[in-house]
T-cell receptor
């Protein structure tokens, strides 16, 4: 079955450590996105990529970094510079060919900083 | 710039009652509009979307929404609530022009009482 996988489902990190969240898709989608979800805040865009080897900052990119070396993969690194990293992180993808195509979401990774 | 306002962060209905979740948007260009549903600790799933054409859009699980340009609204309805409808619902807008970036509302948590 085609879809988006995120791993791990739960992640614990000590303050000051970088951590990388995995996102893989086998939908052959060009565009991929990372969102952060906090209670009562909706989804906020961190980074997005419309094509391999290219990505753009979203609304809350500070303290995060990404790479897009392969079409299927879009890992997100939460760095120690992110002041409040505890949140639910969602990865999504879309065909990227026209604007109104829906985004498909992965199951999410819940990050907790101890 | 686009924005979305969802009126009511929590809505509670009885099983069998009408579900009405409100969404108002602002967009400088004709919008594409989406409703997503999220069950606890899961990713988002598309319920329905409006692109062009018919203003009444039918989605999955018996939900529908009507695009009203004069009211800048895209409210989600279901004639008869089921216990399985309990979830969080997000309205999202994307401006035409190829940005492919969705702007999400803050969400409405729906509770269905037996």
């Amino acid at each position: 079955d085609g879809g988006i996988t995120q791993s791990p489902k739960y992640l614990f990190r000590k303050e000051g450590q970088n951590v990388t969240l995995s996102c893989e898709q086998n939908l052959n989608h060009d565009a991929m996105y990372w969102y952060r979800q906090d209670p009562g805040q909706g989804l906020r865009l961190i980074y997005y990529s419309q094509i391999v080897n290219d990505f753009q900052k979203g609304d809350i990119a500070e303290g995060y970094s990404v790479s897009r070396e392969k079409k299927e993969s879009f890992p997100l690194t939460v760095t120690s510079a992110q002041k409040n990293p505890t949140a639910f992180y969602l990865c999504a993808s879309s065909t990227g060919q026209v604007s109104y195509n829906e985004q498909f979401f992965g199951p999410g990774t819940r990050l907790t900083v101890l | 710039a686009q924005s979305v306002t969802q009126l009511g962060s929590h809505v509670s209905v009885s099983e069998g009652a009408l579900v009405l979740l409100r969404c108002n948007y602002s967009s400088s260009v004709p919008p594409y509009l989406f409703w997503y549903v999220q069950y606890p600790n899961q990713g988002l799933q598309l319920l329905l979307k409006y692109t062009t054409g018919a203003t009444l859009v039918k989605g999955i699980n018996g939900f529908e929404a009507e695009f009203k340009k004069s009211e800048t609204s895209f409210h989600l309805t279901k004639p008869s609530a089921h216990m399985s409808d309990a979830a969080e619902y997000f309205c999202a807008v994307e401006g035409q022009g190829g940005s492919e970036k969705l702007v999400f509302g803050k969400g409405t948590k729906l509770t269905v009482n037996p």
